[in-house]
Structure formats: C-alpha cells, structure tokens
C-alpha cells in the first residue's frame, strides 16, 4: 500500500506571495489532516478534513485554508506569506478519525525569503 | 485551551543507559498516542493507549497512561544508537478532537 505523499518537497517563496501544497492520503483514508511544524514550536494542528468538509480547526490565522476533494486528497493555501510561515508542513491521513493512528507523508519544506 | 506538556526537551544518554519521557496534558485525555521522528524524518506512529492505567511494552520500549488519564510516560530500556531521534506524545480529549502534540523530547545516543 503507497504512503500519503506530498508535493512538493520543497518550495521557496518570497513574502506575500501565496502557496499551495498538495496531500494524497493512504487509499481508503478519509481524514486527513494538517500540521506545521517549526524547531520553536514543535508540531501545530492546522486542520483535519473528512468527506470534504473541515471537521477541526486549530489557532491559525485566515490566511491558512484548505480543502479535500472527493477522492480524499486535501490541498492547503497559504497566502499573503510571512517570514514566519517557514516551516515544514506535515499531511497526515487515517482511516476516520483522529482516534486512529495517524500517518504521515514526508512533508513540504517551505521557506518564505 | 488544551495543552500537552512534555518534559525533557533534550535529553543525551551513553548507550546501554535508560531513557524516559513524560508527558502532562491540562484536561483529563480520551486517549494518547505516542510517535518518533528520526532526523530529518516524520512522526512515525509508535502506539497508542486508551485505558486507564494502561500499560504497554514494544520490545524495550514501556508506554504507560496514568491513572488519571491526564499523563503518560514513555521509557526505553538499554538505549541503542537506532533509538535517535524526537518522541512525540499527542492526546486527544474528549471536548476537543482533535490531537494535540506535545513539544518532543529530542533523544541523542552516544555509542
């Protein structure tokens, strides 16, 4: 069985810009959710999405959105980029919810010059 | 909100010697899952515990769930230079659902 994948690796961006990273969770996952993390703050939920709808929200500002098509793969957007929104961003996927074991893709390195 | 404590931050052993993380959340959990992060990897999913109690073993790792469910320790026995790398415990409370992750606890091994 394939892992969850992200694209892309990595991304270079400069402020104000805005992004767009892409998740293909595990086949037959229907959650699947968002983390940052930073070396200062460790691993921060953005989201969780299931049936294409966002189930969860964490504490992060307007500008950090996404979304889930019908085939369970997610997207996020990021616009108007900061400085501080450098970070990598983790999907992880499981079978339902967040009480399941969760897996993660190998993440996208953003860094916003 | 809710908060997931996790003590130490870092913590460096000789091998062969025992290693133990703790973790302490505000608000009483539904369960608590525990994951590793070697270098420039991502959380690997290691277990997860339910029960009160609880008390679980992989090889020489031990997880337990406190009695309260508002705490969970993880500890390895004989630290090997293969355990490198940052534990991540992640509770789930029953008002909100969704994980939260504790800071991690950065393990270096010296042979």
């Known amino acids: 069985k394939a892992g969850v994948t992200q694209t892309p690796r990595y991304l270079i961006k400069t402020r104000g810009q805005q992004v767009t990273l892409s998740c293909s969770p595990i086949s037959g996952h229907r959650s699947v959710s968002w983390y940052q993390q930073t070396p200062g703050q460790g691993l921060q939920f953005l989201f969780e999405y299931f049936s294409e709808t966002q189930r969860n929200k964490g504490n992060f500002p307007g500008r950090f959105s996404g979304r889930q098509f019908s085939n369970s793969r997610s997207e996020m957007n990021v616009s108007t980029l900061e400085l501080g929104d450098s970070a990598l961003y983790l999907c992880a996927s499981s079978l339902e919810t967040s009480y399941d074991e969760q897996f993660f893709g190998p993440g996208t390195r953003l860094t916003v010059l | ?111």
């Open chain 2, 1 to 111: 909100g809710q908060q997931v404590m996790q003590i130490p931050q870092y913590q460096h052993v000789q091998e062969g010697e025992d290693f133990t993380t703790y973790c302490n959340s505000s608000t009483t959990l539904s369960n608590i899952q525990w994951y590793k992060q070697r270098p420039g990897g991502h959380p690997v999913f290691l277990i997860q515990l339910v029960k009160s109690g609880e008390v679980k073993k992989q090889k020489r790792l031990t997880f337990q769930f406190g009695e309260a469910k508002k705490n969970s320790s993880l500890h390895i026995t004989a630290t090997q230079t293969t355990d490198v790398g940052t534990y991540f415990c992640a509770g789930l409370s029953g008002g909100y659902n969704k994980l939260i992750f504790g800071a991690g606890t950065r393990l270096a091994v010296h042979p």
